[in-house]
């Protein structure tokens, strides 16, 4: 089962510093002596070695020169990229308010054939209402201190979720049942996303389970996460996206996802228990 979604990005990471390490022992550099024709904070050298500070392109092509190595510099500045880029923090992705992220990550979207999404905390983002939405949205918004831009973001939010309408897409998704409960919004967006879900699973393209709180695990609750078919997983956390790309990783969640899927009802069970959780909207 999947452990810390931070595994694939600290692995890459320290892939490129063991990497970098054995480029400097085979030089027949000590780390002090690197750091030295470097230019460096006597610590420098140490602290990426040991993947405690990431490297810049300066810094690796200054490594790498120093090593007489600097064939290498290219390959591990474009690893040391790909890594960086698995672990993305919510404020830098938002800095400039949550519109660009769902448009850059529309193409994405539009290419996915088989989505498989796990949600644990709140509705999936392809389902949202736009009064959902906006809640949501505003929530974040507010808690992450990001500029606000809620209303473009929603209308990109929306307009990325026209893949489930749209084009030749299958979505699998699966909500644990409390997701039907929180109120990240006011009762009457609630009362509408809801029945929103009750008219989208009716879709051919389009499966839906509930997990029962009174479900037998053979999965733990996990973080929400969503996979774009074989090719990746994004999973979210409060602070950041992880995008996991390593087949393996990725064939772990492919699995948790079948297995919780396993535990959850679908058809008439998954209507009855969003039924409910409307009713107890009054």
Not at 174 to 183: F, I
């Amino acid at each position: 089962m999947p452990t810390s979604p931070l595994s694939t990005a600290q692995a890459a990471r320290a892939a490129i510093a063991s990497r970098l390490d054995e480029i400097r022992r085979d030089a027949g550099l000590t780390g002090l002596e690197l750091a030295q024709r470097c230019g460096w904070h006597k610590s420098k050298a140490s602290r990426i070695a040991r993947a405690k500070t990431a490297p810049s392109d300066a810094d690796i092509r200054a490594w790498c020169r120093v090593c007489e190595a600097d064939e290498q510099a290219a390959d591990l500045i474009a690893a040391s990229r790909t890594a960086e880029s698995m672990y993305v923090q919510w404020r830098q992705l938002h800095r400039d308010g949550m519109r660009r992220v769902h448009e850059k990550t529309l193409p994405q979207y539009q290419c996915t054939r088989h989505f498989r999404v796990y949600a644990s905390n709140v509705v999936p983002g392809m389902l949202q209402t736009a009064d959902y939405a906006t809640g949501l949205l505003r929530s974040i918004t507010d808690f992450q201190g990001t500029p606000d831009g809620v209303a473009e973001a929603v209308e990109a939010r929306l307009n990325r979720s026209r893949v489930v309408n749209e084009g030749d897409h299958r979505f699998a998704l699966l909500l644990e049942e409390a997701v039907l409960y929180y109120r990240v919004t006011d009762e009457r967006a609630m009362s509408g996303q809801l029945r929103h879900l009750l008219e989208i699973m009716s879709r051919p393209n389009v499966s839906l389970g509930v997990i029962p709180f009174t479900a037998r695990r053979t999965v733990w609750p996990l973080e929400a996460f969503y996979a774009f078919d074989e090719d990746q997983v994004a999973v979210e956390t409060l602070t950041a996206e992880i995008n996991i790309k390593a087949p393996g990783e990725i064939r772990t969640y492919l699995r948790a996802f079948a297995e919780l899927s396993q535990i959850a009802v679908h058809g008439r069970g998954a209507r009855e228990r969003i039924t409910k959780a409307m009713e107890s909207l009054g």
